[in-house]
């Protein structure tokens, strides 16, 4: 019955410019009372702040976030609300897989993000990991997403200062207060990666400019992780330097990194196609050098301070089912 069902708000973040929103027809598929289901999509220039706009216009008890190119499948709401009953559980979240039918090279794309070695714990952002289960920020991601609106608003919305990962600074101030964050492998969404390696490159730099300066402004030990690979990346720096002064052995540390690389190369070769996962190899080596890279950068960016981006224009559309 309906009447047992908590409200729930779609916000669907996206370019003034875009014409077919995937997500939103996505959206109307879901399988869920009309009534129970309000559909936004915030056209903007600025994702957290479109969100935050949205956010305060939002009427559903619970809130899904979805990126305009995230496809849900029907089931998700109802999969998600079961969670929900557990007054604890304040965000839950899921993997976004890559399409069977994307070309060859957003596969590879795919295969990196889901590796261990790569992206670690954050792997199951990109792949089904293990069972359903209590996670933290590492495993979660705003594009497939679902919130308590009334714990979101309390904590101030996403920092508008922050973008991306302001998502994850948003879940660790939840979990010092006790919140309680879910994890559900089967609580996908469809979702491309990126087409082509300009486009690949640039997310690690974000990726890892994010990282800093979500570091910068909620510190955390569980960022201890992210500090690898721009130290990696001052190793590969000083290596040349390092050969003239001091004996080989200080290649030492570069072989078994390779080694790293290809047993992590066969661990994929086991779960799908050997050329890709051959192909993936040397895309790894470029998420660490690329991400640890943005995260010097964001070391030392400017950071506003929340609220002032009065700048960023957002036009909010109310979608019926």
């Known amino acids: 019955m309906s009447d047992n069902l908590p409200s729930v708000t779609v916000i669907i973040p996206s370019r003034p410019d875009l014409a077919d929103v995937q997500a939103v027809t996505a959206a109307r598929g879901l399988d869920y009372p009309a009534d129970k289901l309000e559909i936004i999509l915030a056209r903007g220039k600025q994702p957290s702040v479109q969100r935050n706009t949205a956010l305060r216009s939002a009427k559903g008890d619970l809130i899904y976030f979805l990126d305009d190119d995230s496809l849900a499948p029907p089931e998700n709401l109802r999969r998600a609300v079961e969670h929900f009953r557990d007054p604890k559980v304040q965000i839950i979240g899921g993997p976004n897989l890559c399409p069977v039918d994307a070309p060859f090279l957003e596969k590879v794309f795919a295969l990196v993000l889901s590796s261990w070695i790569a992206f670690g714990p ?22 497939n997403m679902l919130a308590r609106r009334e714990t979101v608003l309390r904590h101030g919305g996403f920092n508008e200062a922050l973008y991306p990962n302001e998502e994850n600074a948003l879940m660790d101030n939840i979990e010092r207060e006790g919140g309680k964050l879910l994890y559900d492998p ?34 955390t030990f569980g960022s201890a992780l992210n500090f690898v690979p721009p130290l990696f990346c001052v190793y590969l720096a000083t290596l040349p330097v390092l050969l003239f002064y001091c004996p ?14 290809l047993v992590q190369t066969l661990v994929l070769a086991t779960c799908g196609c050997l050329v890709r996962s051959a192909c993936a190899l040397p895309l790894m080596f470029v998420t660490h050098v690329f991400y640890g890279l943005g995260f010097w950068r964001g070391l030392f960016t400017s950071l506003r301070k929340p609220g002032e981006r009065a700048d960023f224009l957002v036009k909010l559309e109310v979608i019926a089912k």
């Open 122 to 143: 954050s792997r199951a952002r990109y792949t089904k990991v293990g069972a359903v289960r209590m996670t933290s920020e590492k495993e979660l991601i705003l594009c």
């Open 186 to 219: 089967e609580l996908f969404v469809w979702r491309r990666p990126r087409r082509n390696m300009k486009s690949f490159i640039k997310m690690l730099l974000n990726y890892g400019r994010g990282r800093a300066e979500q570091f910068r402004t909620t510190p």
């Open 248 to 261: 080989a052995w200080v290649l030492l540390p570069l072989a078994f990194y390779f080694f790293a690389l």
